[in-house]
């Protein structure tokens, strides 16, 4: 594993690098606006959104939202899980996902969840990070871009105590 890899909180200062090696699809404004949110959702403890870099440049990033219903707030749910391809298979999403899981933990959060689309390596990187499927809603991701592509959702928990 690279020891030059840095986890750290979201800064305005990294759309750039988000845009350009993990949101390509999604212009600069996008991601600004992404950022923004965040910072503000993290401000008011709705969330917590870490970046991965490496060498100085942003390739990883992960983002949990703590659930605010009043029956839910053991709960929080992972988001935009993504380390850029050149970075795959490093341990990225790994440090990523512990920092987020330690962040957890101190919160309360009993329950860490998350879904994916089916039939991608993501499912095997929850599996390995120990969580388990607990579903699967059909074509229930639709990306709008490019082919239009449906995907099974599969959802995965967590229990973290």
């Not at 979201?10 to 845009?19: F, M, R, T, Y």
């Not at 870099?53 to 942003?58: A, I, L, M, P």
């Not at 499927?133 to 059909?138: D, I, S, V």
């Amino acid at each position: 594993m690279d020891t030059n890899i840095k986890i750290r909180l979201v800064e305005i200062s990294d759309a750039q690098d988000l845009q350009r090696n993990i949101y390509s699809q999604n212009s600069l404004n996008q991601v600004e606006e992404n950022i923004n949110n965040s910072l503000a959702e993290m401000k008011k403890d709705e969330s917590i959104h870490y970046v991965a870099e490496v060498d100085q440049e942003v390739v990883g990033n992960m983002k949990v939202v703590f659930n605010q219903h009043i029956l839910h707030r053991h709960r929080a749910e992972l988001f935009d899980v993504v380390v850029d391809t050149k970075y795959q298979g490093k341990g990225i999403a790994r440090l990523l996902f512990n920092e987020c899981k330690k962040t957890c933990i101190e919160k309360g959060i009993l329950i860490l969840e998350t879904s994916v689309r089916g039939g991608t390596p993501a499912e095997e990187v929850y599996r390995k990070l120990g969580f388990v499927q607990y579903g699967k809603l059909p074509r229930g991701i639709a990306e709008p871009w490019g082919k239009k592509k449906a995907f099974d959702q599969v959802f995965f928990y967590l229990n973290l105590d």
